[in-house]
């Protein structure tokens, strides 16, 4: 599966964006979806995830409650609306899919896939 990411942009803090990822192919539906984000200097980390059996939704303790993952079957499609955004949210945000029951949805290593990254930047 190949996977596109959009949306980022350079925003001031406070601000949303809404990041989007595009799959290839026809068994989006067997993926879990996660995003991750590095910024510079710092490892990759996770961000939000998605189950691929009943919507599941999981984050990161320091997005959860301004980050909203969610996926669109008909368009192959997962999304990361962030919002009330901070300078620390600055990173490259990656999109990744999981195909296998194994691991965490945390776990970089767990994911088999990944999108070429999409840069957000929050100015305070």
């Known amino acids: 599966v190949q996977l596109q990411a959009s949306g980022g942009g350079s925003v001031q803090a406070g601000d949303s964006l809404r990041l989007s990822c595009a799959a290839s192919?026809?068994?989006?539906?067997?993926?879990?979806m996660g995003w991750f984000r590095q910024a510079p200097g710092k490892e990759r980390e996770f961000v939000a995830a998605?189950?691929?059996?009943?919507?599941?939704?999981y984050y990161a303790d320091s997005v959860k409650g301004r980050f909203t993952i969610s996926r669109d079957y008909a368009k192959n499609t997962v999304y990361l609306q962030m919002n009330s955004l901070q300078s620390e949210d600055t990173a490259v945000y990656y999109c990744?899919?999981?195909?296998?029951?194994?691991?965490?949805?945390?776990?970089?290593?767990?994911?088999?896939?990944w999108g070429q990254g999409t840069q957000v930047t929050v100015s305070s």
């Open positions: 990744a899919a999981k195909i296998a029951y194994i691991g965490s949805y945390a776990a970089t290593w767990a994911y088999d896939y």
């Open positions: 192919g026809r068994t989006f539906r067997s993926y879990a």
């Open positions: 998605i189950s691929q059996s009943d919507g599941s939704t």
